[in-house]
């Protein structure tokens, strides 16, 4: 994994790609370049399948239509640019086991800072970085739709997610060039945590952290991802005015759409919300026909902790099993009526994502009457495999308290609301910053 600094204003049109959030490079010749290397370094340093991976190919070779899947998905991949690591048309994985080498040497390492001044972008989920291609194919579709190959995938993840969590893996942490403490990797992540309020303070004066410790007290990566800020950094919106809605995540708007049906087409194009499908066929999904759902995404170097928009009780929450690197027909050669893989990947289908990805749901009864039943979805896109609630049923919480948190890389969240309730103000797509979270996101007219 890799991040990458520097001007998108450079890119050229034809290496630009539209990348939400930043898990994935706005310039294609810096995803080409790290799966390059990748590739160069599994086959400079070759080893055997660790355990999870080899049952992985057993599986892929002793279930015929996986097997298939997986021979196809390659296949398909287009011998051109972008697709292609050349001119001369060769591929960069070329097919199943090639894939496998490439994720047994991928998968047990930690992110990394690179500095590149001469680019743009970053690639924060390095299994989305080399399925990228071939889960935009028909047979890619079928593959990571497959109940059983997301059994599979849910293992390697949760490998890897260990790894994460050890003290080796903080060694990524540093404060040399590769470093993610070093001069550039740390001015980047305040100038996403100060944007909101075009503040100028430093990372010890935002987060909860040990400034004289080694990795400023971090034990691991995922230690440092799952990063608190301080109590006062991010004021609560209104504390006192139940009529404020607070952001749930230090995020961007992705979509807002009202008068949601119970049940939509949520694979096509305009990606209409389901609400039934986004809620895991919950009984309680029938309170919210008709209602209105907000979409926002988490930006790469951003705060990863989930709040309460509201003040209420906790009625329900549980986490749902579900894809990891899905993505619908209509971003790749799926669809006969495309012609190229949509460079934007996952991250443009994240309507989609809200109801076939791994999600944390929670329901919460507002104290206030005009609000009533709500709802919180986070989505675990791509490598975020584990969504992990904090509360519990029957807890009351104030509105901005702590309810769980991502772990690993890229995610989305939405908020569900009741036919009815009259919610407005919702900040618009395509803010340069991230909304802070537990600051003002929409207000809601009382009757």
Known sequence: MVVQHGDEHDIPDEHRSARPGGWLPADSRIHREWLGKQIKDSKANPKELVPVLKEF?????NTSRVYMYFNSMFTEVPMKHPYNKDPTGHKQIRDYHHMLEILNHTFTTAPHW????????????????????PMGTASGYAAFLDPEVNVHLKKILNEWGKFLCTPQSAEVL????QGWFGPVGKKDIMEVAN???????GFEDFFVCDPKAKHYGYKSWDHFFTRQFKEDVRP????????VIAN???????????????????????QPYSIRDMVAHDPLAENFAGGTVYQAFLSALSYHRWHSPISGTIKKCFVQDGTYFSEPLFEGLGDPHVEEIDAGGISIGQGYLSSVATRA????????PAIGLMAFVGIGMDEVSTCEITVKEGQHVKKGDQTGMF???????????REGVAVEGFPERGQENNVPVRGHLATVKSS
């Open 57 to 61: 190919k057993d599986f892929i070779e």
């Open 114 to 133: 690179t500095n590149a001044a001469a680019n743009a972008g970053m690639v924060g989920v390095p299994m989305c970085a080399i399925f990228d291609y």
């Open 195 to 201: 944007a909101p309020y075009k503040t100028q303070h």
């Open 361 to 368: 749901i929670i329901f919460i009864e507002a104290d206030n």
């Open 174 to 177: 540093g404060d040399s060039n």
């Open 236 to 243: 609560v919106a209104s504390p006192d005015d139940d009529n």
């Open 248 to 270: 749930c995540c230090e995020s961007k708007t992705f979509a807002l759409q009202h008068n949601v049906k119970l049940r939509d087409h949520f694979w096509i194009k305009g």
């Open 407 to 417: 772990h690993f890389g890229g995610s989305s969240h939405c908020l569900i609301f």
